[in-house]
């Protein structure tokens, strides 16, 4: 059942749109000394060491979409579709240029004012990212980024200017950008540089420590400051099945989920799920907590679980199939037979949302919100101009089909942002052409383009569907 107050709407990240990367007194991002996959990208991501110090001329980020200077002009559009909500983060380098300023940034703060008046004009709701793959560069070079618990105060410090300054305006919050993300690309989920020789596990999980502190005392002071806000976790989501039903497999895809579920249990339920031990002996991690830790992550749990579903995940362990592999949003996973597949690798799997929801809502029975769905692929623009992109219409259908039937199973769902409503710039790849958008933005791989927008087919689909839904009311 949909109700009255569901949030239709979009999500974009800064770090993937905004641009002006140096403009009024920003400072640099880890998106920042990122290239596109054609000029190296995934080394680069996954050794920002070498990134730190190779000049790779081009950086999608640097321009990205303009949205810093172009934000009038696209939520107009976006209002134009009858957006309730939309997703952004906000850059911490723009308010906190190196992290751990004296004072912040007056300029940026003014930037995200006027973003959240203008979505206010058109009865958006804001739902903001404080950090979305977006600490400060500076602190990675200074305090090897989130393995450092200086973080935490450092975090709660640019917190308490965000919600002083906006806790008005905005209402829903999201502490970090998929908490788990971490474990698999720390320079995005953490700002850090892990080394070949080093033990990643003990760093990762340590730093994903510090977060989940930092996440719970964010909530307490939210609240302190504005009883209203409306605190979430978010999960790069997609329940693992299992290959088959050898029980070994099934085993597999349970284990899989634990590592996939264990930061948002405590995010949810205040304390780390008893198999955590488990998965620390497994890994060799011998986790630092301080004295107060644990009380503070049990007195304040998070209002809802915010997730971005863009496929199911597979495991398994017969031999047949080792290898076979596909993307699980930077989680590896195994082809799945029964599943088409993007160019990008991606499975597309709409069932697998409804299966997703009815996990997490089971586990949680915490309000659900579907932050990032979508599906990124080239746009042909035909010889009239138009974009027609029924691939993508119909990836949405399919989607939000399953939405509604999971809700109809009993899971609650506060709304339904998809992903990179306006094209922009990859996370994994760095490209523009790897599209998301119902806005088509005139930028290539390289950079070339007028930057003008466009409105696809998929705009005026979803336009009508969020009307028909009001309609439904
Ligand atoms: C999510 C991220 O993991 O997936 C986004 O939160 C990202 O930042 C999105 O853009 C899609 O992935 P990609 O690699 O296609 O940009």
């Known amino acids: 059942m949909i109700k009255k107050d569901f949030l239709w709407g979009g999500a974009?990240?800064?770090?993937?749109?905004?641009?002006?990367?140096?403009?009024?007194g920003k400072g640099m991002s880890p998106m920042d000394i990122l290239p596109s996959v054609q000029h190296g990208r995934k080394e680069a991501m996954y050794h920002p060491e070498i990134a730190m110090n190779t000049n790779y001329g081009y950086y999608p980020s640097h321009q990205s979409i303009d949205f810093y200077h172009r934000y009038?002009?696209?939520?107009?559009?976006?209002?134009?579709?009858?957006?309730?909500?939309?997703?952004t983060s906000i850059s911490w380098a723009r308010i906190f240029?190196?992290?751990?300023?004296?004072?912040?940034?007056?300029?940026?703060?003014?930037?995200?004012?006027?973003?959240?008046?203008?979505?206010q004009k058109y009865h958006m709701e804001p739902v903001v990212t404080i950090c979305h793959f977006d600490t400060p560069l500076s602190?990675?070079?200074?305090?090897?980024?989130?393995s450092d618990r200086r973080l935490i105060d450092l975090y709660l410090n640019y917190c308490k200017v965000l919600f002083q300054r906006y806790g008005k305006k905005v209402k829903y919050w999201i502490t970090f950008n998929e908490i788990n993300m971490i474990t698999h690309i720390p320079f995005f989920g953490g700002g850090m540089v892990v080394k070949d020789e080093e033990h990643m596990d003990q760093i990762v999980y340590q730093a994903a420590h510090?977060?989940?502190?930092?996440?719970?005392?964010?909530?307490?002071?939210?609240?302190?400051?504005?009883?209203?806000?409306?605190?979430?976790?978010?999960?790069?989501?997609?329940?693992?099945?299992?290959?088959?039903?050898?029980?070994?497999?099934?085993?597999?895809?349970?284990?899989?989920?634990?590592?996939v579920y264990l930061f948002i249990d405590v995010q949810?339920?205040?304390?780390?799920?008893?198999?955590?031990?488990?998965?620390?002996?497994?890994?060799?991690?011998?986790?630092?907590?301080?004295?107060?830790?644990?009380?503070?992550?049990?007195?304040?749990?998070?209002?809802?679980?915010?997730?971005?579903?863009?496929?199911s995940r597979l495991t398994g362990v017969s031999p047949e199939i080792k290898g076979n592999v596909a993307d699980g949003n930077a989680i590896t996973t195994l082809r799945n037979p029964h599943l088409d597949i993007t160019p990008w690798g991606r499975q597309i799997d709409p069932l697998g949302l409804r299966i997703t929801m009815?996990?997490?809502?089971?586990?949680?029975?915490?309000?659900?919100?579907?932050?990032?769905?979508g599906l990124g692929v080239e746009d042909i623009i035909e010889e009239d101009g138009s974009i027609v992109d029924d691939y993508r219409i119909e990836y949405m259908k399919k989607h939000i089909d399953t939405m509604i039937e999971a809700m109809n199973d009993g899971v609650e769902c506060l709304g339904y942002l998809s992903w990179g409503c306006i094209d922009l710039v990859s996370a994994g790849t760095g490209e523009m052409e790897k599209r998301y958008g119902f806005i088509y933005v005139d930028r290539d791989n390289e950079g070339n383009g007028t930057l003008e927008r466009k409105k696809k087919k998929s705009f005026y689909w979803y336009k009508d569907f969020i009307k028909s839904m009001d309609e439904t009311k």
């Open 139 to 146: 602190l990675t070079k200074r305090y090897g980024g989130w």
């Open 72 to 87: 009038k002009e696209d939520l107009a559009l976006l209002a134009e579709m009858g957006f309730k909500a939309f997703r």
């Open 97 to 119: 240029p190196s992290g751990d300023d004296e004072i912040p940034n007056e300029a940026g703060l003014l930037f995200y004012d006027n973003l959240f008046d203008e979505c």
């Open 358 to 373: 009815n996990d997490l809502y089971d586990r949680y029975e915490k309000p659900l919100f579907v932050v990032e769905n």
């Open 268 to 311: 949810v339920k205040g304390k780390y799920p008893s198999y955590a031990k488990k998965i620390w002996s497994e890994k060799k991690i011998t986790l630092h907590m301080e004295e107060g830790d644990e009380a503070i992550l049990s007195q304040y749990p998070v209002d809802y679980i915010a997730f971005s579903y863009y496929s």
């Open 12 to 24: 974009m990240a800064a770090n993937q749109c905004e641009g002006a990367y140096l403009e009024d």
């Open 210 to 259: 510090h977060q989940l502190v930092a996440s719970a005392l964010a909530t307490k002071m939210a609240k302190s400051i504005n009883p209203e806000i409306q605190m979430g976790c978010m999960l790069a989501a997609g329940s693992f099945y299992p290959y088959s039903c050898n029980p070994v497999d099934v085993w597999a895809a349970v284990e899989k989920n634990q590592e």
